[in-house]
């Protein structure tokens, strides 16, 4: 979805991985919006663990509504299967900031996550972590 002075993101699924491209700013009306499109993929996957691979880009940072609509997405996830996150951070000066704000959130909703900076080694880690722990819940 493209919102020029709001940022804007794809979302597309691979097997039991989402993967979601996010660049620029990430206003309350760009997460809303985000919320809206990651439910429909989020009920398709619902039935299998599964996870999320998040690519940041450029100059974006959360305002606090969007932080806060970003945590509302992740619980709503979480409800519906998704076990773990990898975000990729490249390309932006703002980083260390962007990080903080997804620990912030990531932490907020006990959810396993981590950081990488290339795409390659966070779909390794993600495909992973949803194989053993798709193994651990089946042995339960």
């Known amino acids: 979805m493209q919102f020029s002075a709001h940022g804007s993101y794809s979302?597309?699924?691979?097997?039991?991985?989402?993967l979601i491209d996010a660049q620029g700013p990430f206003n309350e009306i760009t997460a809303k919006k985000y919320h809206q499109d990651i439910e429909i993929y989020t009920k398709?996957?619902?039935?299998?663990?599964?996870?999320?691979?998040?690519?940041?880009k450029g100059n974006?940072?959360?305002t606090p509504d969007a932080e806060q609509n970003l945590i509302d997405t992740t619980r709503f996830r979480?409800?519906?299967?998704?076990?773990?996150i990898a975000a990729?951070?490249?390309?932006?000066?703002y980083a260390d900031i962007l990080q903080m704000q997804l620990q912030r959130i990531y932490q907020t909703c006990c959810i396993q996550f981590n950081f990488f900076s290339d795409q390659?080694?966070?779909?390794?880690?993600l495909d992973s972590f949803i194989e053993?722990?798709?193994?651990?819940?089946?042995?339960?």
Do not use: C, H
């Not at 979480?78 to 773990?84: E, L, P």
């Not at 390659?120 to 880690?125: F, G, S």
């Open 88 to 93: 990729v951070i490249t390309n932006s000066p």
């Open 44 to 56: 398709q996957m619902s039935n299998i663990p599964w996870g999320s691979l998040i690519s940041f």
């Open 11 to 18: 979302i597309e699924r691979e097997n039991n991985i989402l």
């Open 120 to 125: 390659d080694n966070a779909k390794l880690w």
């Open 132 to 140: 053993t722990y798709a193994k651990n819940t089946a042995n339960i």
């Open 60 to 62: 974006g940072v959360f």
């Open 78 to 84: 979480i409800q519906n299967g998704m076990v773990a």
